[in-house]
C-alpha cells in the first residue's frame, strides 16, 4: 500500500487587480465602522448634542413660519399700526398679541422672525454646499494634476481672495440690482476657495499612494481615478469645512441685508430687521427689534460653529486631541 505524495495546492499569487478590489472592500468596511464610531463620539459630546437641538428648533421654526402667522394672524408683511403702536408711534413691546413685539411700522416681530429664519437657513445651506462642490472640484484637480493645471487653479484662487468682499458686492448690486439670488451668488464666490485650499494639499498627499497606484494599473480613467479613489479620503474635511461655512453664509447674507445689498424689504430677513432697529437709534427705545433677531443669529451660528468642531473631533479625534480619540 504506497502513501499518497500529492503536494498541497500552492497559494495564488494576489494579481493587481484582486489587491485593488481587497483594498476597496477594506476600505468599505472601514469607512462603516469610522461612522459608527463617530456617531457615538457625538453623542457623548453635550456641545453637539446642544448644538443640534437648537439647529432643529430653528429648521422646525423656519418651516413652520406659515403656521406661526396663521396662529399669531399676522402676516409677515401685514401692518398694525393701532395695535403695534403706541399713540406717539413707538412700537409696542412683547404683550399677548405680539409675544416679541413689534417693529416701527407695527409689523408682529415673531412672525418676520420666522419668515427670516427661512431666508437665513436657504441662504446658509445653499451657498455652502455650492460652494463646497465648486471647492472640491477645483482641489481635487488642481492636486491630482499638478503641474500647469495646478497652478492656473491656484492663481484664480489667490485672485478670488483678493477681491474685497463689500466692494464687489456693491458693485454687483449697483448693476443688477438686490435679490435672494444675487446674494447667494456673491457668498458662493467668495466661500470656496478656503475649501479648494484644503483638499488640493490633501489630494497632493494621497495622489501617490498604493491604492492610487493599483487602481492606475487596473486601466481606471483620471476622473475614476479622482472621484472614486481620492474623493472618499477626503469625506473628512469636507463635511467639517462645509458645516463650517453654513454660519459665515448665514453672517454674510445678514451682513447684505444690514446694508441694503441682499434682502429686497418688505421680505423679512434677519440682516434687515436689524438695519430697522439701528434706523434713528430705535433699539434705544426697542430693545427687542435688536435683541430678537441679533440673539437667533448669534444661537444659529453659534450652534453650527459648535457641531463643526464636534464632528471634527468625531471624525477625526487622534488630530484634534492629540491622539487621545475614543
Not at 497632493?204 to 483620471?222: I, N, P, Q
Not at 447674507?253 to 429686497?264: M, P, R
Not at 427687542?288 to 479625534?317: C, E, I, K, S, Y
Request: contains cysteine.
Amino acid at each position: 500500500m504506497s502513501l499518497s505524495t500529492s503536494k498541497p495546492p500552492a497559494p495564488r499569487l494576489a494579481t493587481p487587480k484582486t489587491a485593488a478590489i481587497a483594498a476597496r472592500n477594506a476600505a468599505d468596511v472601514q469607512l462603516r465602522g469610522s461612522w459608527s464610531l463617530t456617531f457615538a463620539r457625538l453623542r457623548r459630546d453635550p456641545a453637539s448634542i446642544g448644538s443640534i437641538a437648537v439647529i432643529l428648533l430653528i429648521v422646525a421654526f423656519a418651516i413652520g413660519a406659515p403656521l406661526v402667522a396663521a396662529w399669531t394672524g399676522h402676516g409677515p408683511t401685514e401692518q398694525f399700526r393701532d395695535t403695534g403702536l403706541s399713540p406717539s408711534g413707538i412700537p409696542v413691546g412683547p404683550s399677548a398679541e405680539f409675544l416679541l413685539g413689534a417693529d416701527q411700522l407695527g409689523r408682529d416681530v415673531l412672525v418676520r422672525l420666522a419668515y427670516g429664519a427661512q431666508v437665513s437657513l436657504l441662504v446658509g445651506v445653499v451657498a455652502s454646499i455650492a460652494a463646497s462642490m465648486i471647492g472640491v472640484v477645483v482641489g481635487v484637480v488642481a492636486g491630482f494634476f499638478g503641474g500647469p493645471v495646478d497652478t492656473v487653479l491656484s492663481r484664480i484662487t489667490d485672485l478670488v481672495m483678493s477681491v474685497p468682499f463689500l466692494l464687489c458686492a456693491i458693485a454687483l448690486v449697483a448693476v443688477l440690482g438686490p435679490s435672494l439670488p444675487l446674494s447667494i451668488a456673491v457668498i458662493v464666490f467668495f466661500s470656496w476657495t478656503g475649501l479648494a485650499r484644503v483638499i488640493r494639499g490633501q489630494v497632493m498627499a494621497l495622489r501617490h499612494r498604493e491604492f492610487v497606484e493599483a487602481a492606475r494599473s487596473l486601466g481606471a480613467s483620471r476622473t475614476s481615478i479622482m472621484f472614486r479613489d481620492i474623493l472618499p479620503n477626503l469625506v473628512v474635511p469636507i463635511i467639517v469645512y462645509t458645516t463650517l461655512m453654513i454660519p459665515s453664509a448665514i453672517v454674510f447674507e445678514a451682513t447684505l441685508s444690514f446694508l441694503g445689498l441682499g434682502i429686497v424689504p418688505p421680505t423679512p430677513s434677519w440682516g434687515n430687521m436689524l438695519a430697522d432697529a439701528a434706523n434713528g437709534s430705535l433699539y434705544l427705545i426697542a430693545w427687542w427689534m435688536v435683541v430678537v433677531p441679533g440673539g437667533a443669529l448669534l444661537a444659529l451660528t453659534l450652534a453650527f460653529n459648535l457641531l463643526g468642531d464636534g464632528l471634527r473631533d468625531a471624525l477625526d479625534p487622534a488630530a484634534s486631541k492629540g491622539g487621545k480619540g475614543a
